[in-house]
């Protein structure tokens, strides 16, 4: 089972400046272990994200999965939900 944290920011916080040091996840690194879940134990040529629109840590850790998930040559169909 892979782990979502809820102690995880958003990707763009971490460029900040030299003496912002987020104690968390980004997006961009849980995005990237899923596509590499996805990709190397299931096998996955294809995937399903479901994601909520008006949520932005929702919406970060989308795309930052979509992201990590084509290059890894999965393709992804994107279906947001409460627009």
């Known amino acids: 089972v892979p782990l979502i944290s809820p ?8 460029g900040q400046g ?15 272990a899923l596509a590499d ?5 299931f096998k996955a040529k294809s ?3 479901v994601s909520a629109a008006d949520c932005a840590y929702c919406t970060d850790l989308r795309d930052a999965f979509i ?10 169909t994107r279906h947001d939900v409460l627009n």
């Open 67 to 76: 992201s990590s998930a084509e290059k890894s040559k999965i393709v992804v």
């Open 47 to 49: 995937a399903l994200v």
């Open 7 to 14: 102690m995880s920011s958003a990707t763009r916080l971490f």
């Open 37 to 41: 879940l996805a990709k190397k134990r």
């Open 18 to 32: 030299p003496h912002f040091f987020p104690m968390s996840f980004s997006n961009k690194s849980m995005g990237a």
